[in-house]
């Protein structure tokens, strides 16, 4: 069996046990509610926003024939630029306030789930990074269709799910380039475990996000003021509240 197969058919029962998760049934249940889809929105806009510059991260450890990969990890980083936009657009849509966001902090699980594809490439295989990318980019191909029903079901238009539709489209694209890196990149036992724990983990981690933004809907937290984002964009001070006039 191909690496190919073998990782598609770990990924079933990745997905299959994702779903199965108190989260993921609360969105297939049809009770998820608008306000929780759009506490979702505000986290996928922090997590998303990395992802770039992670995926060229990994590329400074390939050597020998893995740098013939280099060309084509740095065109799907720079395919990935400015998506953020469209989960915080759809957060607006949504009756959100985006004046701030950018300089919050994200959620602790959001943290963690971006934390670990650091840790993954700078402390263990970087090469499991391909775990953390192969989750992302094969959800909205393979589920994108039943979740963007269940958003339906429950009030979610279609203007505000533009992050979710671009990728069931994008991304079908994406996994044949994943298709590619894992061919050509995995060439040991190793390398292939390591993929699928990375795999195994951003799930779980990403069930964890999903969970703590349904809560954080009901009762927010004050995740602080991200100074980096804040000094990067030469404020000094603290942004004024605005709060935008759209229809809950």
């Known amino acids: 069996m191909s690496n190919i197969s073998a990782l598609s058919a770990r990924f079933d029962t990745v997905l299959q046990d994702f779903f199965g998760t ?13 306000e ?7 986290q996928v806009y922090y997590y998303v ?19 013939d990969l280099v060309r084509p990890f740095y065109q799907h980083a720079v395919s ?36 670990f594809a650091f840790y993954q490439i700078y402390n263990r295989n970087p090469l499991g990074y391909l775990g953390y ?6 959800i909205p191909t393979r589920s994108g269709g039943a979740i963007a029903g269940h ?6 238009p279609q203007s505000a799910m533009t ?7 994008i991304d079908i694209a994406h996994n044949r380039l994943m298709d590619r890196y894992v061919e050509s990149l995995l060439k040991t036992e190793a390398d292939f475990d390591s993929v699928v724990y990375a795999m195994q983990t951003t799930a779980h981690l990403y069930v964890q996000m999903v969970g703590a933004s349904i809560k954080d809907a009901h009762a927010e937290m004050d995740t602080g003021w991200n100074w980096e984002e804040l000094h990067a964009d030469g404020k ?13």
Not at 36 to 42: A, G
Not at 163 to 169: A, G, K, S, T, V
């Open 36 to 42: 929780e889809y759009r506490s979702f929105l505000k």
């Open 236 to 248: 000094t001070t603290l942004p004024q509240k605005r709060h935008l006039s759209i229809a809950q």
């Open 163 to 169: 992050f979710l539709r671009d990728h069931m489209e």
């Open 133 to 138: 990318l192969y989750f992302l980019e094969y």
């Open 151 to 156: 958003l339906e079901n429950i009030g979610v």
């Open 80 to 115: 990935e630029v400015g998506h953020e936009q469209l989960a915080l657009n759809d957060f607006v849509e949504l009756g959100g306030d985006a004046t701030d966001v950018p300089y919050r902090n994200p959620l602790p699980a959001t943290s963690a789930l971006t934390a």
């Open 22 to 34: 108190e989260p993921m049934a609360h969105v297939a249940s049809g009770k998820m509610q608008r």
């Open 49 to 67: 926003r990395e992802n770039p510059q992670l995926q060229a991260l990994a590329t400074v450890y390939f050597r020998g024939r893995q740098r």
